[in-house]
């Protein structure tokens, strides 16, 4: 079984930063992609960026300059730092991740990320 443990959410005034945290553990789990993901109130839940063991990224246009996410492999942890935040980045963050050899997709419970002045 894989459990995500997710940290760093909060409140943050327009402007600030945040760094959320995810460690994924489990019985030899090695992850091959870890990501985020959000979901706004009366919205689509949509990526926010994703990252491969490898250190190739992806991310969403609207986060793109912005946030950053990384991962460290040893420690099966991914964060992402989030900087100029916006009152629209406002939302639930959901921690990812899936295993190489497996078709699983594995979410983390999610943490508020709330921008507001």
């Known amino acids: 079984q894989v459990q995500l443990v997710e940290s760093g959410g909060g409140l943050v005034q327009p402007g600030g930063s945040l760094r959320l945290t995810c460690v994924a553990s489990?019985?030899?789990?090695?992850?091959?992609?870890m990501g985020w993901y959000r979901q706004a109130p009366g919205k689509q839940r949509e990526l926010v960026a994703d990252?491969?063991?490898?250190?190739?990224?992806n991310y969403a246009d609207s986060v793109k300059g912005r946030f950053t996410i990384s991962r460290d492999n040893a420690k099966n942890t991914v964060y992402l730092q989030m900087n100029s935040l916006k009152p629209e980045d406002t939302a639930v963050y959901y921690c990812?991740?899936?295993?190489?050899?497996?078709?699983?997709?594995?979410w983390g419970q999610g943490t508020q990320v709330t921008v507001s002045s």
């Open positions: 990812n991740t899936k295993g190489g050899t497996s078709p699983n997709m594995y």
């Open positions: 489990g019985s030899s789990y090695s992850p091959w992609l």
């Open positions: 990252i491969i063991r490898t250190g190739y990224t």
